[in-house]
């Protein structure tokens, strides 16, 4: 019988796991070829059938159990090891992707790298050590604003707001499920873009989000730099609508209009510099009064920041001042505004989201009014 190289035996499985899933003790990883359906002890089911009964309580339908039930009262050891790992990877499925198919989620590019777990693997891994409940756990949203969420839901009474919980809920598991320690979320529901540093809310300010003509779509992205002073690269469509004309600020290059940095820049003095094909940014306006409103839909579907200086300095932290800042915003004597860039000391992944329920600063829940109509496209009950 070939035996496993001895630099390996240390990754030999116990022999707990080994007879968990049917093999002979002493036998190595040279030795066998592992069955598709790892057997599954009894303890193991009980705890399979709790999470599949208190699949609501994350906002997801109860998992059906009647083949596993049927196959457990044949006795039929094979096939009640079969149901249990379809029923538990199936659950696992909707618990780490979600359980709304591609056609209810509107307006969402964000690609969820989770794909590349392997679901299979864990699991069986968690039968052979019984930790079938640190399984399920982990494939939860890892962060306080799902819990926060989650929480809300075993309280809240009003149907309404329920469905909302259970529509957000379900949009975290659309998204990795971990963000990152470092990170900035954008909510276009909520008028609001939050700093994230060491997983911990660090600092949030106020935004305009894209018109109901022109919502602004969910996207990830990665910030490298900070363009100070910034050209406004004009779109197309935009171009036609305001008949644009080589007046003023604006200058025809050749294949489209650009306006000149300046104070009336559409911009106004910062974007951030993260590349994406939907040319989604976050940048500064001249507009600032629009941020005394509360409902703050107005923009072509980018992101407008208030204190867009404050907010690109705290990004910029460590690496300059806002004196240095302020120098080199001015046009030099006699000429005109100049722009400029400065990279983040660590490039920033940026998440533009869409959320009609969030966490607040103290960890209690707000609800936001669904300006683009996206929460009905989500059955309500999901899984």
Same mark, same amino acid.
């Given at each position: 019988?070939?035996?496993?190289?001895?630099?390996?035996?240390?990754?030999?499985?116990?022999?707990?796991?080994?007879?968990?899933?049917?093999?002979?003790?002493?036998?190595?990883?040279?030795?066998?070829?592992?069955?598709?359906?790892?057997?599954?002890?009894?303890?193991?089911?009980?705890?399979?059938e709790?999470?599949?009964?208190?699949?609501?309580?994350?906002?997801?339908?109860?998992?059906?159990?009647?083949?596993?039930?049927?196959?457990?009262?044949?006795?039929?050891?094979?096939?009640?090891?079969?149901?249990?790992?379809?029923?538990?990877?199936?659950?696992?499925?909707?618990?780490?992707?979600?359980?709304?198919?591609a056609?209810?989620?509107?307006?969402?590019?964000?690609?969820?790298?989770?794909t590349?777990?392997?679901l299979?693997?864990?699991?069986?891994?968690?039968?052979?050590s019984?930790?079938?409940?640190?399984?399920?756990?982990?494939?939860?949203?890892?962060?306080?604003?799902?819990?926060?969420l989650?929480?809300?839901? #075993?309280? !809240? *009474?009003?149907?309404?707001? &329920?469905?909302?919980?259970?529509? $957000?809920?379900? +949009? /975290? =598991?659309?998204? @990795?499920?971990?963000?990152?320690?470092?990170?900035?979320?954008?909510?276009?529901?909520?008028?609001?873009?939050?700093?994230?540093?060491?997983?911990?809310?660090?600092?949030?300010?106020?935004?305009i989000?894209?018109?109901?003509?022109?919502?602004?779509?969910?996207?990830?992205?990665?910030?490298?730099?900070?363009?100070?002073?910034?050209?406004?690269?004009?779109?197309?469509s935009? #171009?036609? !609508? *305001?008949?644009?004309?080589a &007046?003023?600020?604006?200058?025809? $290059?050749?294949? +489209? /209009? =650009?306006?000149? @940095?300046?104070?009336?820049?559409?911009?106004?003095?910062?974007?951030?510099?993260?590349?994406?094909?939907?040319?989604?940014?976050?940048?500064?306006?001249?507009?600032?009064g629009?941020?005394?409103?509360?409902?703050?839909?107005?923009?072509?579907?980018?992101?407008?920041?208030?204190?867009?200086?404050?907010?690109?300095?705290?990004?910029?932290?460590?690496?300059?001042?806002?004196?240095?800042?302020?120098?080199?915003?001015?046009?030099?004597?006699?000429?005109?505004?100049?722009?400029?860039?400065?990279?983040?000391?660590?490039?920033?992944?940026?998440?533009?989201?869409?959320?009609?329920?969030?966490?607040?600063?103290?960890?209690?829940?707000?609800?936001?009014?669904?300006?683009?109509?996206?929460?009905?496209?989500?059955?309500?009950?999901?899984?």
């Amino acid at each position: 019988m070939r035996r496993i190289d001895p630099r390996l035996r240390k990754f030999a499985l116990p022999a707990a796991a080994l007879a968990t899933l049917g093999l002979p003790l002493g036998s190595d990883f040279g030795d066998y070829t592992p069955s598709p359906d790892p057997h599954w002890s009894k303890a193991a089911i009980e705890r399979l059938e709790y999470w599949a009964k208190a699949a609501p309580a994350d906002a997801l339908q109860p998992a059906d159990t009647s083949e596993l039930n049927a196959a457990l009262q044949r006795d039929n050891a094979r096939a009640s090891d079969k149901a249990a790992t379809e029923l538990a990877l199936n659950l696992a499925r909707k618990h780490l992707f979600g359980a709304a198919p591609a056609s209810q989620r509107a307006g969402w590019h964000i690609a969820d790298t989770d794909t590349a777990i392997d679901l299979p693997t864990q699991l069986r891994d968690a039968i052979a050590s019984e930790r079938i409940d640190d399984f399920f756990a982990s494939l939860r949203p890892d962060n306080p604003a799902y819990t926060a969420l989650k929480g809300a839901l #075993a309280t !809240e *009474s009003d149907p309404a707001r &329920r469905m909302t919980l259970d529509r $957000n809920m379900e +949009r /975290w =598991r659309w998204l @990795p499920r971990s963000l990152g320690d470092d990170y900035l979320l954008a909510n276009a529901a909520g008028f609001d873009v939050t700093l994230w540093r060491s997983g911990k809310r660090y600092k949030s300010w106020a935004t305009i989000s894209g018109k109901p003509k022109t919502p602004t779509p969910a996207i990830s992205a990665v910030v490298k730099a900070v363009n100070f002073n910034p050209w406004w690269e004009v779109p197309d469509s935009i #171009a036609k !609508e *305001s008949h644009l004309s080589a &007046r003023g600020s604006y200058v025809w $290059n050749g294949k +489209r /209009w =650009r306006q000149k @940095p300046g104070p009336g820049n559409a911009l106004g003095q910062m974007k951030l510099v993260m590349p994406n094909p939907y040319n989604i940014y976050l940048h500064d306006t001249p507009s600032r009064g629009l941020f005394d409103l509360g409902e703050r839909a107005f923009s072509h579907g980018c992101i407008r920041v208030g204190d867009a200086l404050g907010f690109a300095l705290t990004l910029l932290e460590g690496s300059v001042t806002r004196e240095q800042i302020d120098k080199r915003l001015k046009p030099p004597e006699g000429g005109e505004v100049q722009s400029f860039s400065v990279p983040l000391p660590e490039e920033l992944p940026v998440y533009v989201t869409y959320f009609t329920a969030s966490m607040r600063a103290d960890g209690s829940v707000a609800f936001h009014k669904d300006i683009y109509g996206r929460d009905a496209g989500i059955a309500v009950k999901l899984g």
